[in-house]
């Protein structure tokens, strides 16, 4: 009974909080003058469409380094909890592992069409980062999706752990020399003006930064792929 | 208006999360619950950054770079709360990881038979 109060009595007291909030909302008329700032430059010094991916390759390319530096930590970690030689006593209690079942008809057959769209999807969005709504982030989560769905289709399937952590090691040691490129050509470090900044809106153009989203799109895929696959054994 | 009406979508799912947290034993339906509070705080931030009848900050036919400071939305949220759901992901997996481990020592789900840290 009392936990129940407090609980409720916890919820009513953020709600109190959250309708304060909602009440005395005012939808802003104007771009605050940070974000200003950055619509002007993005376009103008960066030559990206997409604001958002200029702000996060360029502007914030090191917080996007250190968040796939947390992806990475996570995959390992996942690795770590996960692991085999932690769970010896798991025979001991009696549990049998039937083997898995195959999947049906309809999943294999939707994989085998669905799985090379999403990846043609998944460099599309990749690609198209500087230009239209996507980016990295974006696309390596859907590349890392069409993976789910060829597990689900056949779930014997083993990955190769090791080719996705090479791929994966090797797209974050680029992204680094790229962003070590933009400290000794350009501004600073991940500054994307090391290539020419090519004509405003064209898919080569922006300097490096469909470069940046490219790696960065390999490297999330390759890395939600091994969480996802770590879950599987 | 319209940010109005998403902040207070975005609240509501955080306040549904907590109930979830509060409510519920199953460490599964938690971890839910968490996800629920996520996603109502990336709601948030993107609420928070919209500007009146603004676009997406996307410079293309629609809206060109010079009206651009006058019509797109702020990026800023936008581009932290991309952040945002890649770490939002990141908690999830750890906290599944361990909602494994949990269940394989205890063979329950339930956070009643995690007694050892009771006070």
Redesign the interface.
């Known amino acids: 009974m009392i936990r129940r109060t407090g609980m409720v009595l916890a919820i009513a007291l953020f709600g109190f909080m959250f309708a304060g909030l909602v009440i005395h909302h005012v939808e802003r008329q104007s771009l605050p003058p940070l974000g200003k700032r950055y619509v002007e430059l993005v376009a103008h010094e960066l030559g990206a469409a997409n604001i958002v991916t200029g702000i996060l390759l360029t502007y914030r390319g090191f917080d996007t380094l250190g968040e796939v530096a947390v992806l990475f930590m996570v995959a390992a970690g996942v690795g770590l909890v996960l692991n085999k030689r932690g769970r010896r006593n798991q025979g001991k209690r009696g549990v049998t592992c039937s083997p898995p079942r195959q999947a049906s008809e309809i999943v294999r057959t939707g994989a085998q069409i669905l799985v090379p769209l999403l990846g043609i999807f998944a460099t599309y969005i990749i690609l198209h980062g500087h230009l239209s709504a996507g980016g990295g982030f974006q696309g390596g989560a859907v590349l890392a999706s069409s993976l789910v769905l060829m597990l689900f289709a056949d779930p014997q399937q083993r990955l190769d752990q090791q080719f996705l952590s090479r791929t994966e090691a090797a797209a974050g040691v680029l992204f680094v020399l790229v962003g070590v490129a933009g400290l000794i050509f350009a501004g600073g470090f991940l500054d994307s003006r090391v290539l020419p900044l090519g004509q405003f809106g064209a898919f080569f153009s922006a300097g490096t930064i469909p470069l940046l989203s490219l790696l960065l799109g390999i490297k999330v895929g390759c890395e939600l792929s091994v969480i996802i696959d770590r879950f599987r054994s | 208006?319209?940010?109005?009406v998403v902040?207070?979508a975005g609240?509501t799912l955080?306040?549904i999360g907590?109930?979830g947290i509060?409510?519920h034993r199953n460490i599964l339906r938690i971890i839910i619950a968490f996800s629920l509070i996520g996603t109502g705080t990336h709601i948030v931030i993107v609420a928070i950054?919209?500007?009146?009848n603004g676009t997406?900050?996307?410079?293309?036919r629609g809206l060109s770079?010079a009206e651009?400071?006058?019509r797109?939305?702020?990026?800023?949220p936008?581009?932290l709360t991309?952040?945002a759901?890649?770490?939002g992901?990141?908690v999830t997996?750890?906290m599944?990881?361990?909602a494994?481990?949990l269940y394989?020592a205890k063979?329950t789900l339930s956070i009643n038979a995690f007694t050892e840290s009771k006070g």
């Open positions: 208006m319209i940010s109005t902040l207070t609240l955080i306040l907590l109930w509060l409510r950054g919209y500007v009146e997406a900050a996307i410079i293309d770079a651009a400071p006058m797109a939305v702020d990026p800023i936008s581009a991309v952040t759901i890649v770490i992901l990141a997996a750890i599944l990881a361990f494994i481990r394989e063979r």
